[in-house]
């Protein structure tokens, strides 16, 4: 299995890059992967949805769809676009250290 090192501590990863497990992201990895993702900064609204995902993940072992998030992080689809550009539910669960959502490609 591939491993990534973030924040300086190698982690088990997916060949998609997506974390195997998620007990091992801290939020001081979430700038480094973000980068690798093409985001420079993440903004509060990035962080928003970034915590809402490992909640959501949390709860019901997979993160939400991009419709879902839209309903349920406090963030338009439209916004969650500008945020994620490379789509908004992959995206923000590799930054948040999730597995990769059901239903996303």
């Known amino acids: 299995m591939p491993t990534a090192t973030y924040a300086g501590t190698p982690v088990p990863v997916t060949e998609d890059g997506f974390f195997t497990d998620p007990d091992r992201w801290t939020e001081e990895m979430a700038p480094e992967i973000a980068r690798e993702a093409g985001i420079d900064a993440l903004t509060d609204q990035h962080w928003q949805v970034i915590k809402h995902m490992r909640h959501e993940y949390a709860e019901k072992g997979t ?6 998030l839209g309903r349920t992080s406090g963030v ?30």
């Open 63 to 68: 993160g939400p769809t991009v419709r879902a």
């Open 76 to 105: 338009t689809i439209k916004q969650l676009y500008q945020l994620f550009p490379k789509g908004p539910a992959k995206i923000a669960a590799k930054i948040a250290g999730i597995p990769k959502p059901r239903g996303c490609i």
